[in-house]
């Protein structure tokens, strides 16, 4: 179960095996299946890192939309949602390193989420992601975020299948693998329903190919993987 009162705190939740194991090793070989050099994108990928283009498949398509992960993003958007995009990334030995950054929701804040679903187990040794938990909204006052400072930061741990679902404002970033083992994942964008309009202005650029027009209600759910705290 997830804790409503923490998530919206933290605004962050690594949910453990999410994704069924019976469909792991498809998914690595869809992903491997997907990878393109960087300069076969439309726009060319940051170099230290394999990008998988995946958004049609079928399973993953299914990821994307597994319950208990719409419930969550729902419970963060607190509204109508779409999904966005879906990207395979992977970060190469050596490669991976970035600074600690905000993604910035596109209209108001809490109006964007993101998801990393893991298809490899992840640690420091591989570049897993690193984050600073509640830091989505600051707070009225205080000092901009040093985005240099890392002392608040906590790098994620986990198995192949889990998933890390996180607002778009909370910092975060990923870490050099150093090891060079596989460390595949995709990378999940879920919009407000109003931001569709703008959504498709970039979507070409974007390499989006899959249908957005799907809409996900956070009352369709029933929260059956969150609860109030008493």
């Not at 719409?70 to 970060?91: A, C, H, K, N, T």
């Not at 890390?164 to 870490?175: I, P, R, W």
Request: proline fraction near 5%; aromatic fraction near 8%; glycine fraction near 8%.
């Amino acid at each position: 179960m997830v804790d409503r009162e923490q998530l919206h705190r933290d605004s962050y939740v690594l949910l453990r095996r999410a994704i069924p194991v019976e469909w792991l090793d498809e998914l690595r070989a869809t992903f491997d299946a997907g990878v393109k050099p960087s300069h076969q994108w439309s726009v060319p990928r940051t170099a230290g890192w394999r990008h998988s283009l995946v958004d049609l498949d079928t399973k993953i398509q299914a990821v994307c939309r597994l319950p208990k992960m719409l419930d969550v993003v729902g419970e963060l958007i607190g509204e109508r949602f779409f999904l966005s995009q879906v990207e395979g990334r992977e970060p190469l030995a050596g490669g991976g390193h970035q600074r600690l950054h905000r993604d910035s929701s596109a209209h108001r804040t809490g109006d964007t989420v993101s998801a990393l679903a893991y298809f490899d187990n992840f640690g420091p040794e591989t570049g897993a992601t690193r984050i600073v938990p509640g830091s989505h909204r600051p707070v009225e006052g205080d000092p901009p975020f040093d985005f240099n400072d890392e002392s608040q930061s906590v790098q994620l741990s986990g198995s192949a299948g889990d998933i890390l679902v996180f607002d778009a404002d909370l910092v975060h970033a990923g870490s050099v693998n150093s090891t060079g083992a596989r460390r595949r994942s995709i990378l999940i964008g879920y919009f407000a329903e109003l931001l569709h309009a703008s959504h498709l202005e970039t979507a070409k650029l974007r390499d989006i190919r899959m249908d957005t027009t799907g809409r996900f209600d956070p009352l369709d759910f029933a929260l059956t993987t969150v609860k109030e705290i008493d």
